[in-house]
């Protein structure tokens, strides 16, 4: 049923020539270049701590499978911030925002909610080499094999990219009204369906199915995971043994109640309920501070990742005094 609020839909609104206009952050013109500034800033930085890490965990011959998941949540984040922030970017230094083609936001989109999806599909998996490390410590070196810890890393890309397909194609086969302002700094799922013309709620039906795909069952898993965990440390009486293995979770712990705090609270939720400044801010989170906070909680909590980077920057400098 078209929306009451929509002139005559648009005959050029499935053309892949039609563009739409990212408003970003065009209401505050007086705070452009502090914004450009910043976000520049932490980009550069989380550019630099992913690259450090992803170098130091390549260059380091033996790799525990907690090591080979920090790389490939690494890469992610790279790639998370790489898709997003320079479109950001723009949108501050064009005044009135920045366009993008109807293929190029799809394109956005998709790579969004795959490397996110990804994302959860591989908390899960680090959850698991978690359990498989406090509950099974005798077998962990035979159970978390270098095969497996690669086939979950393939299916987490996998998984995380089919679900995204199938709702980016679900999307933008809606009919859009000939308004394309989309008030965003990027193509974020809520902002382009609510240019959909349609009051029902059968277009939010595949953003609910990628939903339970992407963050419920992922959830799931990680809870069942620290479900065991939390069991096999009832039996376990040395309040130092139990602090160990605690302090092995907590990293993991922030990253996931993190990640999974944000897209709750935009993802799932009514269409009725969308709020165009809410949701920036929200995404502003996840997708400018969190790519710098999880390495920067790895790094600081993780004694591998710690010890990888002091190895690695110390060849560097025995490199530079050769």
């Known amino acids: 049923m078209p929306c009451e609020s929509c002139m005559e839909r648009d005959n050029k609104s499935t053309d892949a020539t039609m563009e739409f206009l990212l408003l970003g952050f065009s209401e505050l013109l007086c705070l452009r270049v502090l914004l450009f500034l910043i976000f520049l800033v932490v980009h550069l930085v989380t550019l630099v701590v992913n690259v ?68 959860c599909f591989l908390l899960a998996a680090m959850s698991y080499d978690r359990y498989v490390a406090i509950c099974q410590p005798l077998h962990y070196v035979v159970v978390m094999s270098e095969g497996l810890c690669l086939r979950l890393a393939v299916a987490c890309c996998l998984g995380g990219f089919a679900v995204a397909l199938g709702l980016t194609v679900a999307v933008f086969c ?17 902002a382009v369906l609510h240019l959909a013309c349609t009051q029902s709620y059968t277009p939010e039906l595949p953003l609910l199915a990628a939903c339970v795909l992407l963050l419920l069952l992922p959830f799931l898993l990680i809870l069942t995971s620290y479900v065991g965990i939390a069991a096999a440390l009832l039996h376990v009486t040395s309040t130092v043994g139990r602090g160990k293995a605690f302090s092995t979770c907590i990293s993991h712990l922030a990253i996931t109640l993190l990640h999974y705090g944000c897209a709750t609270f935009t993802y799932i939720r009514p269409k009725s309920s969308y709020s165009p400044a809410r949701d920036k801010m929200v995404s502003l989170v996840y997708t400018n501070i969190t790519p710098l906070l999880y390495p920067l909680i790895y790094s600081l909590r993780n004694k591998e990742i710690r010890g990888v980077l002091r190895r690695m920057l110390r060849r560097k400098k025995i490199a530079q005094l050769n």
């Not at 970017?89 to 990804?118: D, E, K, N, P, Y």
């Open 52 to 119: 450090m890490i992803f170098m130091a965990v390549i260059m380091e011959p033996s790799r525990p499978p907690m090591l080979f998941f920090l790389c490939q949540l690494s890469v992610i984040e790279l790639c998370y911030t790489l898709v997003i922030v320079p479109k950001v970017l723009l949108s501050l230094i064009v005044v009135g925002g920045s366009t993008i083609s109807f293929l190029g936001c799809a394109a956005q989109m998709h790579l969004f909610v795959a490397l996110g999806g990804a994302e």
């Open 174 to 190: 809606l009919p859009f009204c000939q308004s394309h302002r989309i008030n965003h700094f990027f193509c974020d799922v809520p």
